[in-house]
């Protein structure tokens, strides 16, 4: 396994967090996240990497829900005061 492709997530990962259009966030983040998993599944298969590989993977699992988590709310921030809008 090449150095390049079991680090893709990392890069995957740093795009989706500094990803700065709103209209990119959510694949970026759903990139990422497949990248994440996809490798989480080959250290299953092969019992390969680090713990330290394992738990910077399942931090930026975590790290990318908050990120989800936090585009919905401003979503449903923004369809708010739109609806608020309309009322006045």
């Known amino acids: 396994m090449s150095t390049g492709r079991k680090d893709a997530w990392r890069e995957l990962y740093a795009a989706a967090v500094l990803e700065t259009k709103v209209e ?3 694949s970026s983040v759903q990139a ?8 989480l599944h080959e250290l299953q298969t ?3 990497g680090t713990p330290e590989e394992r738990q910077a993977l ?20 923004n369809r708010a005061t739109a609806s608020d809008q309309l009322c006045d």
Do not use: F, P, Y
Not at 32 to 39: N, S, V
Not at 60 to 67: E, H, R
Not at 69 to 75: P, Q, S
């Open 24 to 26: 990119r966030m959510q």
């Open 32 to 39: 990422a996240k497949a990248a994440i998993d996809t490798r």
């Open 46 to 48: 092969d019992h390969g």
């Open 58 to 77: 399942l931090d930026a699992l975590t790290c990318l829900k908050v990120l989800e988590r936090e585009m919905k709310d401003r979503t449903n921030s």
